[in-house]
């Protein structure tokens, strides 16, 4: 079986980092500078073509990304890790060192990324709802519901959220867990 190194690149980036979403996918493919932006999405497109690996949302997942979407997540198929194992000695090995070493440095923000997450829904007054939420360990360890009235105030608002959430959380303890100004 011949295929091109962009195509076992990706398979192996999906193979040592399952459940990476798409475009954490092409940033490390396109960090090994061995394809450009157009050679990667068409080597991508054809693996999953190919049925060898899965492209799409997981169900009950809440993650979105920047536009409200739900986030798609990259997967090895059966058929794509059976590929891999027979071809995966064609990868050289720096590129393997170079993909393995870039991932772990990545693997925090890959996480830190997925436990952080904003809907927004529209309410039946025609306000929208913006829903942010963080999970560690699986566990619901902040939530917080707002309403806005309008779409583009929710936007922002969710954009705040899921790039500075730390930010936020400190933000709103700190207020909380201070002294009230005092009444004139």
């Given at each position: 079986m011949d295929i091109p190194i962009q195509k076992l690149t990706l398979l192996?980036?999906?193979?040592?980092?399952?459940?990476?979403?798409?475009?954490?996918?092409?940033d490390a493919a396109l960090a090994t500078l061995s394809m450009d932006y157009f050679d990667m999405a068409t080597a991508l497109d054809e693996l999953a073509d190919a049925g060898?690996?899965?492209?799409?949302?997981?169900?009950g997942e809440e993650?979105?990304?920047?536009?409200?979407?739900?986030?798609?997540?990259?997967?090895?198929?059966?058929?794509?890790?059976a590929v891999l194992k027979a071809l995966q000695p064609?990868?050289?090995?720096?590129?393997?060192?170079?993909l393995t070493q870039y991932l772990e440095e990545r693997g925090l923000q890959r996480k830190i990324a997925d436990a952080v997450t904003a809907k927004i829904d529209v309410t039946p007054d025609g306000q929208y709802e913006v829903t942010c939420r963080q999970k560690?360990?699986?566990?619901?360890?902040?939530?917080?519901t707002l309403r806005f009235p309008t779409e583009t105030?929710?936007?922002?608002?969710?954009?705040?959220?899921?790039?500075?959430?730390?930010?936020?959380?400190?933000?709103?303890?700190?207020?909380?867990?201070?002294?009230?100004?005092?009444?004139?």
């Open positions: 192996y980036i999906a193979g040592q980092a399952p459940g990476l979403r798409r475009s954490q996918l092409r060898l690996i899965h492209i799409g949302a997981r169900k993650a979105v990304d920047a536009h409200n979407r739900s986030v798609e997540r990259c997967d090895l198929t059966e058929k794509g890790t064609q990868i050289p090995p720096a590129t393997r060192r170079f560690e360990g699986g566990d619901t360890s902040f939530l917080l105030m929710a936007r922002k608002a969710a954009e705040m959220w899921r790039e500075h959430a730390d930010y936020v959380v400190q933000t709103l303890i700190r207020v909380m867990l201070e002294q009230p100004p005092r009444e004139r």
